[in-house]
């Protein structure tokens, strides 16, 4: 056979085996393209419904509404701090507009978490009572009552779309130890129901009473509330953990607000980071013999020093009228205690 013959055929024998490699190599590639988006679309999708809210997932549709333009030169409150240093909004009285709002948050569910265990059942009663009248007035809420005495929660009626799921724990001792443990339940049960079922979570104490609106308003990714007996001090009077051994230490030359551990909240997703991250510190903490000193309180403090709130709430949102003067600047008074035997109610 001519050499060049050979060469032609062969050439051509090549040219066809490579040209055969090419496309195979292009269905190869385009087959595990598309596996790769297969197995990812689902982490995708988990990781939207576990981790988006309202507040950085999609702006709300507002309907038309009729209401006072803001006048950018007049503001509404000048006798009082309306925005911290990381431009998270304080919630005071005059400066906000429930309407607009409503509209915004019109198809959330709110989840309310209270703690009603051993003699704190007492409570519940009014403490249901109230929010019914100033809680989240025309929206969706679950009431999440934690007791060790399901049979002693009261029934009440409750306005459309609104329930009580009641969740039952055991007690502890020592009251310290159900406060602290309050933390753990919370994000167990977020872990467990409360992504599913709710868009936020607001965390409250039961001893208190609604005594006017608390609405959507006080929503945000985190947010905190101002303690009533500090708002006015500064970082040097609060009543932070300021032993080095405990985790949650802070400082005496850090600190931007006290925190109550009545009152905070916010998406689901942060409220289940908060508590989960405040319940594997008091467990450190335990390991190595140390209670802080205002227990979860002290920890929430540590947590919302170092992730900033997205909103914080003045003290109309919690107040002692019996312990404390009503100031000028509190034009309303809208989660507020009620009076107690603190010694006979905690250490039975």
């Known amino acids: 056979m001519d050499p060049r013959e050979f060469w032609g055929k062969s050439s051509k024998f090549w040219l066809c085996l490579i040209l055969l490699f090419a496309v195979l190599l292009g269905f ?40 006072p333009k803001a006048q950018l030169l007049k503001p509404t409150r000048v006798d009082v701090l309306v925005m911290t240093p990381w431009f998270a909004p304080i919630i005071w009285d005059g400066t906000f507009d429930s309407a607009i709002l409503d509209a915004q948050f019109r198809n959330i569910t709110v989840g309310l978490t209270v703690f009603a265990i051993k003699k704190y059942v007492v409570f519940l009663k009014l403490f249901l009572e109230t929010a019914e009248k100033h809680f989240m007035v025309g929206h969706k809420v679950n009431y999440y009552v934690f007791t060790d005495q399901p049979a002693n929660v009261p029934q009440i009626p409750l306005q459309e779309g609104r329930q009580v799921v009641v969740l039952e724990v055991r007690n502890y001792k020592r009251w310290q130890d159900i406060s602290m443990h309050r933390m753990e339940m919370i994000s167990n049960f977020s872990q467990q129901r409360f992504l599913r079922e709710v868009h936020y979570l607001v965390c409250l104490d039961v001893d208190m009473k609604f005594s006017d609106h608390v609405g959507v308003e006080i929503l945000a990714p985190l947010f905190g509330t101002l303690h009533p007996g500090f708002y006015r001090g500064d970082r040097q009077s609060f009543t932070y953990e300021r032993r080095p051994l405990s985790q949650a230490y802070i400082p005496r030359d850090e600190g931007d607000f006290y925190y109550a551990g009545g009152f905070f909240g916010g998406s689901v997703p942060e409220v289940y980071r908060l508590t989960m991250a405040c319940h594997q ?20 403090n540590r947590y919302l020093l170092y992730h900033k709130p997205s909103k914080v709430l003045s003290p109309e949102y919690l107040w002692d009228e019996h312990m404390l ?12 205690a009620v009076p107690k035997n603190h010694a006979e109610i905690r250490n039975r």
């Open 281 to 300: 510190v008091m467990m450190a903490d335990q390991a190595n013999g140390i209670e802080a000193v205002w227990h979860d309180e002290s920890h929430l």
């Open 325 to 336: 003067q009503r100031p000028p600047l509190l034009r309303k008074l809208r989660y507020v």
């Open 28 to 67: 190869y590639s385009q087959d595990t393209h598309s596996v790769v988006l297969q197995r990812m679309q689902p982490e995708k999708k988990e990781s939207s419904e576990r981790d988006c809210h309202l507040d950085t997932c999609r702006i709300p549709e507002v309907p038309r509404l009729v209401y």
